[in-house]
């Protein structure tokens, strides 16, 4: 998958952090108690630089 734009829809941001996600990261929060049924096993280490690439954009679907 390309690198993150700001262009992306909700859909491609979604697949590309279910594409990053480990099990390993999942098994971490099921530690902490976090259901891991629908989570997406992404850290905040991979997550925090996505977030400011991506900025915020209310009209985004």
């Known amino acids: 998958?390309?690198?993150p734009d700001p262009s992306w829809s909700a859909d491609d941001i979604?697949?590309?952090l279910r594409?990053?996600?480990t099990e390993?990261?999942?098994?971490?929060m099921a530690?902490?108690?976090i259901?891991?049924?629908t989570a997406l096993g992404v850290g905040n280490s991979d997550l925090r630089p996505l977030a400011r690439k991506l900025k915020?954009?209310?009209e985004r679907s």
């Not at 390993?24 to 971490?28: D, F, I, P, T």
């Open 14 to 16: 979604v697949a590309h």
């Open 19 to 21: 594409s990053i996600g």
């Open 1 to 3: 998958m390309a690198l």
């Open 56 to 58: 915020r954009n209310h």
């Open 35 to 37: 259901n891991t049924r």
């Open 31 to 33: 530690r902490f108690g």
């Open 24 to 28: 390993e990261n999942r098994a971490g």
